[in-house]
């Protein structure tokens, strides 16, 4: 705006020689546009830009919060759940006498006569939870098997690389999982990512980079340095249960980021993966813990129901000894941390909503700015508008004006031509030719 003129207007006049009219173009003469506000105005347009950045930034950080609030998990991941509550369950009644309570591990005699004693079971073969019991106690004995995953150092890493490490060398194998176990393995197989990233890569290699990184951890908060017997049941089915998490999440991010090389990897989400801290691995440690500790505390009620022969006395005293106390307190827990994140979840979309109403404020003062200063610059246009309009009607009124007066002239040189060719021979017709000349 600051070519603008700011001096008189400009007139041009066009006199058509045909039909004898007068065009007028007129350049009205501009207002000078007050600087002073049109700054002001941008400088609380920027202030609301930055201010209504600041609030999307806020609301993207609710978002993923509410997002770890809330459950995603599907029937497969519930079944697998319920799955793992059973087998801890097993473990639990068959398991405890064969633990070295001072080690937290099984001897590895120990550990597989107890998969051979119970291998033909009706429990396992239903699973088919034999390469996993034989795997875990593989781990924990010390054993090294190939895989995503280094065998481990703690009880925790044994028992959910050692989980796995066997699930994910099933993918190749003509092995057929009865139930959850196997939905899950047959829908690996049949994503065409998760085959050519398995079938073409080193994968355990990218999986080492990231847990030697710091980005993937799979153990946190699991240490346990004072094991009880009763502990490892309970924390055998929590492994199992993050474990499963993060074979189900990891492949889906395979197959959704279309992952077919090692380079790929950096495209997953590793927080997504990650078994902690989100309503889902929440929601299916509720459901496994409820299921091994019903399965305990049914198994101790027929137990101790077959040894008190009828006295009340012997099935309470012998009740008490048998039920897994750590399994229900961590049902306790479960169930109290999934209906805090429920109730957190609740009061964190309630916020989510006044955010965004804040930031509909933001927006819509943003535009009244803008519409302001809209309508200041069309009232300035008007005036030119009108300005012009009466430039024009002044300049008509002038211009009829000097008609009017160069005919007035013309009319008196044509009454006192009389004595010009006496004077002046032949000049009445030079002024003819110059009037009329085209």
Same mark, same amino acid.
């Given at each position: 705006?600051?070519?603008?003129?700011?001096?008189?207007?400009?007139?041009?006049?066009?006199?058509?020689?045909?039909?004898?009219?007068?065009?007028?173009?007129?350049?009205?003469?501009?207002?000078?546009?007050?600087?002073?506000?049109?700054?002001?105005?941008?400088?609380?347009?920027?202030?609301?830009?930055?201010?209504?950045?600041?609030?999307?930034?806020?609301?993207?950080?609710?978002?993923?919060?509410?997002?770890?609030?809330?459950?995603?998990?599907?029937?497969?991941?519930?079944?697998?759940?319920?799955?793992?509550?059973?087998?801890?369950?097993?473990?639990?009644?068959?398991?405890?006498?064969?633990?070295?309570?001072?080690?937290?591990?099984?001897?590895?005699?120990?550990?597989?006569?107890?998969?051979?004693?119970?291998?033909?079971?009706?429990?396992?073969?239903?699973?088919?939870?034999?390469?996993?019991?034989?795997?875990?106690?593989?781990?924990?004995?010390?054993?090294?098997?190939?895989?995503?995953?280094?065998?481990?150092?703690?009880?925790?890493?044994?028992?959910?690389?050692?989980?796995?490490?066997?699930?994910?060398?099933?993918?190749?194998?003509?092995?057929?999982?009865?139930?959850?176990?196997?939905?899950?393995?047959?829908?690996?197989?049949?994503?065409?990512?998760?085959?050519?990233?398995?079938?073409?890569?080193?994968?355990?290699?990218?999986?080492?980079?990231?847990?030697?990184?710091?980005?993937?951890?799979?153990?946190?908060?699991?240490?346990?340095?004072?094991?009880?017997?009763?502990?490892?049941?309970?924390?055998?089915?929590?492994?199992?249960?993050?474990?499963?998490?993060?074979?189900?999440?990891?492949?889906?991010?395979?197959? %959704?980021?279309? /992952?077919?090389?090692?380079?790929?990897? *950096?495209?997953?989400?590793? =927080?997504? !993966?990650?078994?902690?801290? #989100?309503?889902?691995?929440?929601?299916?440690?509720?459901?496994?813990?409820?299921?091994?500790?019903?399965?305990?505390?049914?198994?101790?009620?027929?137990?101790?129901?077959?040894?008190?022969?009828?006295?009340?006395?012997?099935?309470?005293?012998?009740?008490?000894?048998?039920?897994?106390?750590?399994?229900?307190?961590?049902?306790?827990?479960?169930?109290?941390?999934?209906?805090?994140?429920?109730?957190?979840?609740?009061?964190?979309?309630?916020?989510?909503?006044?955010?965004?109403?804040?930031?509909?404020?933001?927006? %819509?003062?943003? /535009?009244?700015?803008?519409?302001?200063? *809209?309508?200041?610059?069309? =009232?300035? !246009?008007?005036?030119?508008? #009108?300005?012009?309009?009466?430039?024009?009607?002044?300049?008509?009124?002038?211009?009829?004006?000097?008609?009017?007066?160069?005919?007035?002239?013309?009319?008196?040189?044509?009454?006192?031509?009389?004595?010009?060719?006496?004077?002046?021979?032949?000049?009445?017709?030079?002024?003819?030719?110059?009037?009329?000349?085209?």
């Amino acid at each position: 705006m600051k070519n603008l003129r700011e001096n008189t207007s400009i007139v041009d006049l066009k006199v058509c020689k045909d039909t004898g009219e007068v065009v007028v173009e007129v350049i009205p003469e501009f207002k000078k546009i007050d600087q002073t506000v049109e700054e002001k105005t941008r400088l609380k347009i920027d202030a609301l830009d930055r201010e209504i950045a600041k609030k999307r930034k806020m609301i993207d950080e609710q978002d993923a919060l509410i997002y770890n609030l809330t459950d995603h998990s599907d029937s497969i991941d519930h079944a697998i759940a319920a799955s793992a509550g059973v087998l801890a369950a097993v473990l639990d009644l068959f398991l405890v006498d064969k633990l070295d309570i001072s080690t937290g591990t099984w001897t590895e005699a120990e550990a597989i006569e107890f998969v051979d004693s119970y291998s033909n079971s009706k429990i396992v073969k239903d699973t088919n939870t034999e390469g996993l019991l034989r795997n875990i106690s593989s781990q924990m004995s010390g054993g090294n098997t190939n895989g995503l995953f280094p065998s481990g150092n703690t009880l925790p890493e044994k028992l959910i690389y050692g989980t796995i490490n066997w699930f994910t060398s099933l993918v190749f194998k003509d092995t057929k999982l009865n139930g959850p176990m196997n939905s899950l393995l047959e829908g690996i197989r049949e994503s065409k990512s998760s085959v050519k990233l398995m079938n073409k890569t080193n994968v355990s290699e990218g999986i080492h980079k990231e847990i030697s990184s710091g980005r993937l951890n799979l153990t946190e908060g699991l240490t346990i340095t004072n094991l009880a017997k009763q502990t490892l049941p309970v924390l055998l089915n929590e492994c199992l249960v993050r474990a499963f998490y993060f074979i189900h999440r990891f492949f889906q991010e395979v197959d %959704n980021n279309h /992952i077919t090389s090692l380079r790929d990897l *950096v495209l997953i989400d590793w =927080k997504s !993966t990650i078994p902690f801290k #989100n309503r889902t691995v929440v929601r299916m440690l509720t459901i496994s813990t409820a299921v091994f500790s019903a399965l305990d505390i049914a198994a101790s009620t027929i137990g101790s129901a077959i040894v008190a022969e009828g006295s009340i006395y012997k099935f309470l005293n012998n009740f008490v000894l048998h039920i897994n106390y750590i399994g229900a307190a961590r049902v306790v827990l479960a169930l109290g941390a999934d209906l805090y994140m429920g109730a957190k979840l609740a009061r964190e979309r309630q916020a989510r909503s006044e955010m965004i109403d804040e930031m509909i404020k933001l927006e %819509n003062m943003k /535009i009244s700015y803008k519409q302001n200063d *809209v309508w200041v610059k069309a =009232k300035n !246009t008007e005036e030119v508008i #009108n300005e012009s309009y009466a430039m024009i009607s002044e300049i008509d009124a002038m211009y009829r004006q000097s008609i009017m007066e160069t005919k007035d002239d013309l009319r008196k040189i044509g009454d006192s031509s009389y004595g010009i060719d006496e004077k002046n021979p032949g000049l009445k017709d030079d002024i003819f030719n110059v009037i009329h000349w085209e």
